[in-house]
């Protein structure tokens, strides 16, 4: 059986060292979560394999680390300090605040029940709120010089073109992929790690020749379906929805929403945007020569131009650009979401196991030595640990705290796809169990081919 309420997902987090409220001694805040011991090891693991699958294994992708504050010249070009906003309105009895597409779905913080129910609701018309932080840079804060926390990676994926194209030779069609921080000061932040202030984004921005953009689109809306699938989320609970025309971004041709069936409902887990030659034409010098000034605010200063050659004609363009913009945060909810289950044992007894791909699991193995105080056994354990440690296929942990049930069942719940347990037999005759975490069975194995075994489990 599959669970799964938000509850079960928050409570397993917080139980097992996943994800923890922010500041959680002073009470928390809202829309703020940090990453425990196994979470941090579940996010850079989900990181390394959209890493992997973007820039390692296809040759037409660079990759990029670029800074978390942002020039204001930057997102005034990309039309951010425009129309990067929400739509507030407040209530006038008991001052909260709220999303004004979002109400049906709004709790009264005061009152506690749905806001549709609420008597005394007497709420301002909506205003735009916008979302993007402000922060002073340099030594004097008088408001002459701030700087954005970027909302969205890819703007310095845009500035760096030139300076990408420059050092790798790259030709369109490439991309250049992104992981990072980006920051919203969303009105109602909510359910869980789903809509938060401070987050990470997976980006891509895929430049391609004008013409060939819309068959581009497609291409990468299958491929991140596809990828999706191979960390653990089913199809059938992943809904590509073209974004309505009214609905699109001010820079967005077209847009695919992925959606996925979150605990809380269906909502966005990665948007597809054909994003034109928006970006690019905002932030390159001598727009004039490239015919689009009828688009983009006029940019006085920036200082290079961010056309390519047509080698066919010799004539300069704007590439256009696709963009799948992946949430780290919703992708995470999403896969503990999925691998969440609770089985059914004998006895009537039941178990909770993340069923994880093991390319995922925050512990690749764990190695237990059945006897906590028995130097051999210990020792022999810490060998075999260090050994499959070394591998470097992710963290292995010696687990020397308690009973070998306690310990399957906290494995289980982390994810860990096996268990090897030493025992007195071990010092007899070399032998090691291995404990599957999906079918519970048990083999024993000659530690000298454990590590065969471990790296053929793990391919
Ligand atoms: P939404 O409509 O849900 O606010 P969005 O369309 O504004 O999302 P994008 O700007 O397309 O989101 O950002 C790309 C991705 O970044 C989203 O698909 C999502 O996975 C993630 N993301 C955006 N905002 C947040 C947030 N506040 N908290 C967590 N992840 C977010």
């Not at 015919?291 to 390519?308: A, C, F, M, P, Q």
Request: with cysteine; proline share 4%; hydrophobic share 35%.
């Amino acid at each position: 059986m599959t669970a799964t309420s938000m509850e079960e997902l928050v409570s397993l987090c917080k139980r097992r060292g996943f994800i923890f409220q922010s500041n959680d001694i002073y009470g928390g805040v809202k829309g703020l979560y940090d990453y425990g011991p196994m979470g941090v090891e579940l996010k850079n693991n989900l990181k390394q394999a959209w890493w992997k699958s973007m820039v390692y294994e296809r040759d037409d992708i660079e990759g990029l680390d670029a800074s978390i504050l942002s020039a204001p010249v930057v997102l005034q070009q990309s039309g951010h300090e425009d129309t990067f906003s929400d739509p507030l309105v407040d209530c006038k009895t008991c001052k909260a605040r709220f999303r004004a597409d979002q109400l049906e779905n709004s709790e009264c913080p005061k009152g506690g029940g749905f806001l549709a129910d609420c008597k005394l609701k007497d709420l301002t018309e909506p205003r735009p709120f916008n979302l993007m932080f402000k922060t002073a840079i340099g030594p004097v804060d008088d408001g002459s010089s701030f700087a954005y926390l970027r909302p969205e990676t890819c703007q310095q994926i845009f500035t760096n073109f030139k300076n990408v194209t420059d050092a790798t030779s790259r030709v369109v069609p490439f991309g250049i992929a992104q992981i990072g921080k980006a920051f919203r000061n969303e009105i109602t932040p909510r359910n869980f790690i789903f809509r938060v202030r401070e987050f990470e984004q997976m980006e891509l921005e895929f430049f391609v020749k004008p013409g060939s953009d819309d068959e581009w689109h497609k291409y990468w809306v299958d491929k991140r379906i596809e990828w999706w699938e191979a960390q653990g989320v089913s199809k059938k609970n992943l809904y590509p929805v073209d974004v309505e025309k009214s609905e699109l971004s001010h820079y967005s041709k077209a847009t695919v929403d992925i959606m996925y069936k979150f605990p809380h409902g269906k909502e966005e887990l990665e948007g597809i945007a054909n994003r034109t030659d928006f970006d690019l034409g905002s932030h390159t010098k001598n727009q004039k020569e490239f015919n689009i000034n009828s688009k983009v605010k006029k940019n006085e200063h920036s200082t290079t131009k961010l056309g390519v050659q047509n080698l066919e004609d010799k004539n300069s363009y704007i590439p256009f650009v696709i963009e799948p913009s992946a949430g780290v945060d919703r992708g995470l909810l999403a896969i503990l979401n999925e691998a969440y289950t609770i089985e059914n044992l004998e006895n009537e007894s039941s178990r909770t196991v993340l069923k994880l791909k093991p390319h995922l699991s925050p512990i690749k193995a764990a190695v237990i030595p059945l006897k906590k105080n028995n130097e051999h056994i210990v020792a022999k354990a810490k060998k075999i640990k260090n050994e499959l440690q070394n591998l470097g296929l992710g963290r292995v942990m010696l687990e020397n705290s308690g009973n070998i049930g306690k310990n399957y069942r906290r494995h289980d719940e982390i994810g860990t796809p096996i268990c090897i347990t030493v025992d007195f037999e071990t010092l007899d005759d070399d032998s090691v169990t291995i404990r599957d975490r999906d079918s519970m069975k048990q083999e024993r194995v000659s530690s000298k081919d454990l590590n065969q075994f471990y790296q053929k489990y793990f391919h």
